[in-house]
């Protein structure tokens, strides 16, 4: 079975101040990819990032950050320096090989940043 | 930039009823998705669709649920006869090849449907 686990339901941090987003994966695919999607209060879904399980190299784009980690099943997503902006839920998301068209989002994680 | 554009964007119901939501993808794309986010839950994978047939589905989608891809350029998704608990924003997306193929999907805005 496939699932995605955010333990972090509501996240709340004061502006400029770094926060990591966790995200745990299950899957016995040794082939599947990772995303994650941000759904600002507007409601439409922000693709991120995409990320396949045999490329473990850390990524950066801007202020954004992912910490894949195989040994842990984790691929976590950090915001640096936080803007208001990026107040909105976001959802780490799975897609295995025996059923790539399936995507399983977790729950996702409400992030709110105070101005 | 191209876009997924969903149609409409709320719409309201009455039980019983059948009702369907339209997207329009990316034109080039090839592979067409709908997935379900009941309010405050997480995005539920429902089905996909290639080459004019579902290639995926899940346990929810059942005999209620239809798509359709009717000409060159929308794709449906049909409710037969609506419950209350289809009450969800309702997601198209798109890609240009599968999500093994190393691309990503893009979501429309959604189309939020209320069951009364």
């Known amino acids: 079975a496939q699932k995605v686990t955010q333990a972090q339901t509501e996240i709340s941090v004061v502006e400029k101040e770094d926060v990591t987003l966790d995200c745990v994966y299950e899957?016995?695919?040794?082939?599947?990819?990772l995303f994650w999607y941000k759904q600002p209060p507007s409601g439409e879904l922000v693709f991120l990032i995409r990320r396949n399980s045999f490329d473990e190299q850390n990524e950066i784009s801007g202020r954004y950050s992912w910490n894949f980690q195989k040994s842990t099943s984790s691929f976590n997503f950090t915001i640096t320096a936080s803007q208001v902006v990026d107040s909105a839920v976001y959802f780490c998301?799975?897609?295995?090989?025996?059923?790539?068209?399936?995507?399983?989002f977790g729950p996702g994680t409400s992030l709110s940043v105070i101005p | 930039e191209p876009e997924v554009t969903q149609t409409p964007s709320h719409q309201v119901t009455q039980m019983g009823q059948e009702v369907i939501l339209r997207c329009v993808p990316i034109s080039n794309h090839l592979y067409f998705y709908w997935y379900r986010q009941i309010l405050g839950q997480k995005v539920e994978f429902l089905v996909s669709f290639y080459n004019n047939e579902i290639s995926e589905k899940s346990e929810i989608f059942d005999d209620q649920f239809s798509v359709e891809r009717p000409d060159g350029s929308n794709f449906t998704l049909k409710i037969r006869s609506t419950k209350l608990e289809d009450s969800a924003m309702y997601f198209c997306?798109?890609?240009?090849?599968?999500?093994?193929?190393?691309?990503?999907?893009?979501f429309g805005q959604g189309t939020r449907l209320t069951v009364v």
């Open positions: 899957t016995r695919d040794t082939t599947y990819y």
């Open positions: 997306a798109s890609s240009e090849r599968s999500y093994q193929g190393n691309t990503e999907a893009f």
């Open positions: 998301a799975l897609s295995a090989e025996t059923s790539y068209d399936k995507v399983i």
